[in-house]
């Protein structure tokens, strides 16, 4: 029978386990337990508390010593997680340091403590997705490079259009992943701060020893000391879920890309193939995009969730009523589905199956009238760009009306015939021959890639 209170049925699909720990309760009241050791050795260090109040306060803050159902429970009553976490704290230093339990969380309030315990988890968190982003791009940039030159269809709004290259399009998803890495990386240094300001932001309870404290915090962290708290200034944070928007629109970019590509009558590109993956209950001979599914569903999912966060940021005063509430479990998920979706790109990027031949073979399914334009641009130059135009679309509707390849059709029209010869129009019609700039971009998108991890 299983468990009324568990969510493993859809985690392995939309949710990395590494990125879950971070997020899971343990991971959280760790994080918060984590803030409280820090503040106690800041506090000995600036001489506000006796060293020896240290290791017994330290020696409590593991997450594993604490009923989380019954932190749950008082969660409910208490209305956050560090008010009820600190009464537990205290109760299980007393217990073998009745002295030093005087001295826990002294001058912070609970904001603090979950708030800085939030940047840690946020900077595990943001190590995981940049060590994907980087795994991802590597990959991508290698398929980039082993498919630069080979074409297929260029598609515009759902047609076909003139010839691209398979690489060209993994450059255009490389790129969003270079940038959205960059991003990520500037983002850093505002994110990664304390938040350490007492009731009110003032710390006034720590009196002239305040600054040298939270001084002393930060670096215990390893965070960088802000201008200020920042309880109801929340940009940081929501910058980081925007950006996170970000990466989750790349991703679903490139699912979407992959779906259509796998789609029967392309049958182009695919997922790798493993045993059971992507069937159906009835169909056996389905070969279903599930990978690009997490893609596309996190890239609907987390656009919500970022305004979520968006809508939380006009706090009222020093201290939020709900909307702060607001942001607890929607900054985690969005960074569990971003976490999923990199996993499941991850699998597509390394394994990408290519048929390059069918490629080909679409290429031709409307008989030579994507490369019209390599004509037309050519005649253009001998007959002038109206008549060119006027000339070729009427070859182009001719060919469609008999059913014939472009190319018979251009041999047999005289005003074609006298400025290009056979070998010319041959080659005209030749998709590997009209590709324009796909390389150069292939090999731009990859220089960008190799200078951030230089």
């Known amino acids: 029978m299983g468990q009324t209170d568990s969510h493993q049925l859809f985690d392995h699909y939309f949710t990395a386990r590494d990125m879950r720990q971070v997020f899971s309760d343990h991971g959280r009241v760790q994080a918060m337990l984590d803030v409280e050791a820090a503040l106690a050795r800041a506090e000995a260090r600036v001489g506000l508390i006796p060293h020896s109040a240290v290791q017994p306060i330290a020696a409590a803050c593991q997450a594993q010593l604490y009923d989380f159902q019954a932190l749950a429970q008082a969660i409910a ?28 969380h002294l001058g912070a309030t609970s904001q603090d403590v979950m708030d800085t315990g939030l940047v840690l988890q946020l900077r595990a968190a943001l ?23 080979t074409p ?46 007492g009731a009110s932001g003032t710390l006034a309870a720590l009196g002239d020893r305040a600054l040298p404290i ?15 708290p920042w309880h109801t200034q929340r940009d940081r944070l929501v910058e980081v879920a925007a950006v996170l928007g970000l990466v989750a629109g790349g991703l679903g970019k490139l699912g979407r890309d992959v779906s259509l590509l796998m789609q029967t009558e392309a049958a182009e590109v695919f997922e790798p193939s493993a045993p059971g993956k992507g069937g159906s209950s009835t169909m056996p001979h389905k070969r279903n995009p599930v990978g690009a599914a997490v893609l596309i569903g996190a890239a609907t999912r987390v656009p919500g969730l970022v305004g979520t966060m968006f809508s939380a940021m006009p706090q009222e005063h020093e201290r939020s009523l709900g909307l702060w509430h607001a942001e607890w479990e929607t900054l985690p998920e969005i960074f569990c589905l971003v976490s999923g979706a990199l996993q499941q790109a991850l699998l597509v990027a390394r394994g990408m199956e290519v048929d390059s031949a069918r490629m080909l073979r679409n290429l031709d399914l409307t008989q030579g009238l994507v490369l019209a334009e390599a004509v ?52 005209l019609l030749d998709p590997a021959h009209y590709l324009g700039q796909a390389q150069a971009w292939v090999e731009r998108a990859v220089a960008e890639h190799t200078r951030l991890d230089a």
């Open 77 to 104: 009553t208490a209305g956050n997680s560090a008010i009820p976490l600190v009464k537990m704290l205290g109760k299980q230093i007393a217990s073998s340091d009745p002295e030093a339990e005087r001295y826990v």
């Open 127 to 149: 190590d995981l997705v940049e060590r994907d982003l980087a795994e991802l791009a590597e990959a991508l940039a290698i398929k980039a490079h082993a498919y630069a030159t």
């Open 152 to 197: 297929l269809a260029g598609r515009t709004w759902l047609q076909h259009a003139t010839p691209v290259t398979l690489g060209m399009k993994v450059a255009g998803w490389l790129g969003a992943v270079t940038r959205n890495r960059q991003r990520l990386r500037e983002l850093r240094g505002r994110v990664l701060c304390l938040q350490f300001g």
């Open 214 to 228: 939270a001084e002393a915090l930060a670096e215990e962290l390893t965070l960088t000391l802000p201008e200020q």
């Open 376 to 427: 037309s641009t050519v005649l253009a130059q001998r007959l002038g760009r109206d008549t060119a135009h006027h000339l070729l679309e009427g070859c182009c509707k001719r060919a469609v009306a008999e059913g014939r390849h472009l190319r018979a059709v251009l041999g047999d029209e005289p005003q074609v015939t006298a400025e290009l010869s056979a070998d010319e129009l041959d080659r």
